[in-house]
């Protein structure tokens, strides 16, 4: 029993179940904004779960292709499969190819053909665009990376109605403003890990400053992006004070960690960066269950 549990194990830290669980949020709380999770809810648990999958599989694949940087960063050597030789190459390409192939067919033949689409091109756009191409050639590579990590909201919205809506595509813009500056907090953090890859993220090429300058130009922009749902009849004022509240402590940590210039500063950061996008999604979710509970309007 212990061993089926280490294997279990291995598989799951394949797919990054710590960004998979973020998907995850995004995923159930726009199903919540948009009150498709209230009115199909075995459906839209099935499209959850095949996210996930669709998810882990573009994490999986994305390990496959990095094994050999994760072998040397020390924030990935010694905690991911394939650098502690836990699982072979051959067996993380097969299980990522897998996982794309169950969530494709059960988009495709369950749900309709955008779901299925969005779905594989998000796995293709992030294994071949973001890994194999932007990510060790340019240091913008995670703006334009971003892209893939944020159409959990778009899976969810054509799942439910065969179309996307406003309020995911929104949602999709909120994550891609909000991943270049959790990421570049990370990355002045373990800057010399990077180095080490030869990496080009923003701070080994145009330096701390810059990156701090555009860390606060990415954030500030979040504000009207997470508000635009209010005035878009897509939520209420409960979630726009939130969000509001949300962005003020955000900005306010940014400035903190960001004056501090120190490796822990610019880590924590990166960790609240996470908070805050969790409790905005969870805000826009319990706002959509409260609408249509008719608790507010």
Request: glycine share 2%; aromatic share 20%; hydrophobic share 65%.
């Given at each position: 029993m212990f061993g089926l549990v280490k294997i279990f194990n291995r598989y799951l830290n394949l797919t990054k179940p710590t960004i998979v669980v973020l998907v995850a949020i995004t995923g159930i709380t726009t199903m919540m904004a948009e009150g498709s999770i209230f009115l199909e809810p075995a459906k839209m648990w099935m499209v959850l779960l095949m996210t996930v999958v669709a998810a882990g599989s573009a994490n999986a694949l994305n390990q496959f292709i990095d094994r050999d940087i994760d072998s040397i960063m020390d924030r990935t050597r010694k905690r991911r499969p394939l650098p502690l030789e836990q699982v072979s190459p051959r067996t993380a390409l097969l299980f990522g190819i897998f996982l794309a192939l169950?969530?494709?067919?059960?988009?495709?033949?369950?749900?309709?053909?955008?779901?299925?689409?969005?779905?594989?091109?998000?796995?293709?756009?992030y294994v071949f665009i973001y890994t194999l191409w932007l990510k060790r050639r340019h240091y913008y590579n995670i703006v334009i990376g971003g892209a893939a990590g944020a159409t959990a909201p778009l899976i969810a919205s054509a799942a439910a109605t065969g179309e996307i809506s406003t309020l995911a595509w929104i949602l999709f813009w909120?994550?891609?403003?909000?991943?270049?500056?959790?990421?570049?907090?990370?990355?002045l953090a373990i800057k010399d890990e990077y180095e080490k890859v030869k990496i080009p993220m923003l701070p080994n090429?145009?330096?701390?400053?810059?990156?701090?300058?555009?860390?606060?130009?990415?954030?500030?922009?979040?504000?009207?992006?997470?508000?635009?749902?209010?005035?878009?009849?897509?939520?209420?004022?409960?979630?726009?004070?939130?969000?509001?509240?949300?962005?003020?402590?955000?900005?306010r940590e940014s400035f903190l960690r960001l004056k501090e210039q120190t490796r822990p500063a610019y880590k924590k950061l990166f960790f609240v960066s996470i908070f805050y996008l969790f409790f905005v999604f969870i805000a826009i979710g319990l706002d959509g269950w409260l609408r249509y509970a008719g608790v507010i309007s």
């Open positions: 169950i969530s494709t067919f059960y988009f495709w033949m369950e749900v309709n053909p955008l779901t299925a689409i969005i779905s594989l091109s998000t796995i293709l756009f909120i994550i891609f403003m909000w991943t270049p500056p959790h990421f570049w907090a990370l990355a090429v145009l330096g701390d400053k810059r990156t701090i300058i555009e860390i606060y130009i990415y954030t500030i922009l979040l504000l009207p992006l997470t508000i635009l749902p209010f005035f878009l009849g897509a939520a209420s004022i409960v979630y726009v004070v939130a969000a509001t509240l949300l962005w003020i402590w955000y900005m």
